[in-house]
């Protein structure tokens, strides 16, 4: 059972426009999410997070949006480059507990 | 800050002997770390979490006794595969939780292949 679905498995976006990665969730339990960058044969990055007490977080370049009602979050890079091309990680944590549900990744591309 | 390393980062093996992966938190310390398996083109699933000092915490459908879980410092968690089989390859990585702290941080993983 897959509480955390990212339905798009890949992205293509043109070096310097927005990428925008969605993520779903199914379980009403989860307060904190986090994003994670990967590349092939290597373990995950963190890059930002959000409590579900909040519905935005910004770090520099990326954004993070949180939509309780929806059950939805979306990490906005902008300008994108051709670095951030990598496979990204949604993740969940349920209130009171520290291990991580993953989405299945979205595979970022960065058109120069 | 916050880096996590795993040894070896490949092994490859003959069927029935045993591998032992080590993680380790570099610069904080981790009362918890958990251990992930990544098949390819797969999310990462949670195997188990281990606990420093006590029995680590296994999710449904892992074998505990043949993946063998030691987490004997605050800084040091160690998975055995025991008696490895072809279909035990794949890619093992782990993770470690600041103490006090939300975010984990994730070692570079460790590719496992058995013959």
């Known amino acids: 059972d897959q509480q955390v679905k990212q339905n798009s498995p890949s992205l293509s976006v043109q070096e310097g426009r927005i990428s925008i990665l969605n993520c779903d969730y199914t379980?009403?339990?989860?307060?904190?999410f986090l994003w994670y960058k990967k590349y092939p044969a290597e373990g995950p990055t963190f890059l930002i997070s959000i409590s579900s007490i909040k519905d935005k977080n910004e770090d520099g370049r990326f954004t993070v949006f949180l939509n309780k009602s929806a059950k939805h979050l979306s990490l906005h890079i902008v300008p994108s480059q051709p670095g951030d091309s990598a496979v990204y990680f949604c993740a969940a944590r349920k209130t009171g507990a520290n291990n991580l549900f993953f989405g299945t990744g979205t595979r970022l591309t960065v058109i120069p | 800050g916050a880096v996590v390393s795993q040894h070896p980062s490949w092994v490859i093996c003959k069927s029935g002997t045993s591998v032992k992966i080590e993680c380790r938190s570099l610069d904080f310390q981790a009362t918890t770390m958990f251990w992930y398996r990544q098949f390819p083109k797969q999310s990462l699933m949670l195997m188990a979490t281990?606990?420093?000092?006590?029995?680590?915490?296994?999710e449904q459908g892992v074998e505990k006794d043949k993946f063998l879980i030691n987490h004997a410092s605050l800084t040091l968690s160690t998975l055995t595969v025991t008696s490895a089989h072809p279909e035990d390859s794949s890619f093992y990585i782990c993770?470690?939780?600041?103490?006090?702290?939300?975010?984990?941080?994730f070692g570079p993983g460790t590719r496992l292949l058995v013959l």
């Open positions: 993770s470690a939780l600041p103490d006090r702290e939300e975010t984990q941080y």
């Open positions: 379980n009403s339990m989860f307060d904190y």
């Open positions: 281990s606990n420093e000092g006590s029995k680590a915490t296994y």
